[in-house]
């Protein structure tokens, strides 16, 4: 601390145990897509939900970005590749959904359709709208290359959030 070559300032943490009915995180915003990083996010949110009698809302996008990748991936026109997108991001919140409610946790879904912004700009819309305490997402915990390739609505959401955002890192990024 004595070489630092910056201000350094002190700063209090408080711990804060969670406890059922704490108000602390009631609304829980989860985006999910299906991929197993996502999973590992829709896991904590149903644990850190039941542990505060808290809800969840799962959101799904369905962007431009989903959707040139499907016209790679499926054959027929536009309007077709579009339902399958809705059809497959309807079946993902949905067993999303049945994760939560298995665990006795109360859930409603989401499916947004949106072709003009970012996805971290739609998830935030959506948490401000929702007044979401807090948002989970799981995420490959990548640097460099792998980040830009696989994206980086994690890093977007956690940087432009208001409010609080936990990272759930998947296991394997965790040995890397």
Request: glycine share 10%; proline share 5%.
């Given at each position: 601390m004595q070489r630092a070559k910056c201000a350094l300032t002190n700063v209090a943490i408080s711990i804060?145990?969670?406890?059922?009915?704490?108000?602390?995180?009631?609304?829980?915003?989860?985006?999910?897509?299906?991929?197993?990083t996502?999973?590992?996010?829709?896991?904590?949110s149903v644990r850190l939900a039941k542990s505060t009698e808290g809800r969840l809302?799962?959101?799904?996008?369905?962007?431009?970005?989903?959707?040139?990748?499907?016209?790679?991936?499926?054959?027929?026109?536009?309007?077709?590749?579009l339902n399958e997108l809705r059809m497959d991001g309807a079946r993902i919140l949905q067993e999303a959904a049945d994760v939560a409610l298995k665990a006795g946790v109360m859930v409603d879904i989401k499916l947004k359709e949106e072709f003009k912004g970012a996805v971290y700009e739609i998830v935030l819309a959506e948490a401000q709208?929702?007044?979401?305490?807090?948002?989970?997402?799981?995420t490959h915990g990548r640097r460099g290359f792998g980040r830009v390739v696989?994206?980086?609505?994690?890093?977007?959401?956690?940087?432009?959030?208001?409010?609080?955002?936990l990272l759930v890192r998947s296991p394997q990024s965790l040995s890397a």
């Open positions: 804060h145990w969670l406890q059922k009915g704490d108000p602390m995180y009631q609304r829980i915003l989860v985006p999910i897509d299906g991929s197993d996502a999973k590992l996010g829709l896991e904590e809302r799962l959101i799904h996008v369905v962007d431009d970005l989903s959707l040139a990748l499907a016209m790679d991936s499926y054959s027929g026109h536009a309007g077709d590749w709208g929702w007044r979401a305490d807090l948002i989970v997402l799981g696989l994206g980086s609505s994690a890093e977007s959401i956690l940087r432009h959030s208001p409010i609080p955002v």
